[in-house]
């Protein structure tokens, strides 16, 4: 099955919505294979986010990010870094919709509330960079009979 990193950025969890967050994707059908909470260092939070190094905004959110604390975690199923991502929102919250994660919660880019891997390359390089190859949880859901036909 496919797997989708997906991390609560630091004003997530100052804002409290750890469990609301859980919840959606846990609710969806999802399954967590892996969670940790951390504050990132700031080689860990630039590799992240590398591919945007040439951005003005990139010195601030390495320093957003490695702020901490993070809840990182991998969650499987069918279709979870698309349908993730719609789950989350457009990046700017004022242009993604209500129901959405930064719809509900957000108003500046600068401050969305999680990130959601983009592609299954991008997924990878994630789950490498957050995780050992021993921390993922290899398990079926009792409900997975009753989420897939
Ligand atoms: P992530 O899931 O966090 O990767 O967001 P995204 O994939 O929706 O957007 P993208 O990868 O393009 O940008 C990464 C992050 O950089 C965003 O989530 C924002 O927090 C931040 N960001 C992107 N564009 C801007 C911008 O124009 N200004 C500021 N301040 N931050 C930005
Ligand atoms: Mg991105």
Redesign the pocket.
């Known amino acids: 099955q496919e797997k989708s990193f997906i991390m609560i950025k630091p004003d997530g969890i100052h804002r409290g919505l750890i469990a609301d967050i859980i919840k959606r994707f846990e609710a969806k059908g999802y399954k967590l294979v892996a969670i940790k909470v951390m504050v990132p260092s700031k080689d860990l939070a630039s590799k992240h986010?590398e591919?945007?190094a040439q951005?003005p905004?990139y010195p601030?959110?390495v320093t957003f990010l490695s702020s901490g604390p993070v809840v990182a975690m991998v969650w499987e199923g069918k279709d979870v870094i698309k349908y993730g991502r719609k789950m989350?929102g457009?990046?700017n919250p004022l242009a993604s919709t209500p129901g959405t994660i930064r719809g509900d919660y957000g108003i500046d880019?600068?401050r969305?509330i999680?990130?959601?891997s983009?592609s299954v390359e991008s997924a990878q390089r994630e789950i490498a960079l957050w995780f050992g190859a021993g921390e993922l949880a290899e398990y079926d859901l009792a409900m997975g009979k009753w989420v897939y036909e």
């Open positions: 986010y591919e945007h951005r905004f601030g959110l989350i457009a990046t880019v600068g969305n999680i990130h959601g983009d």
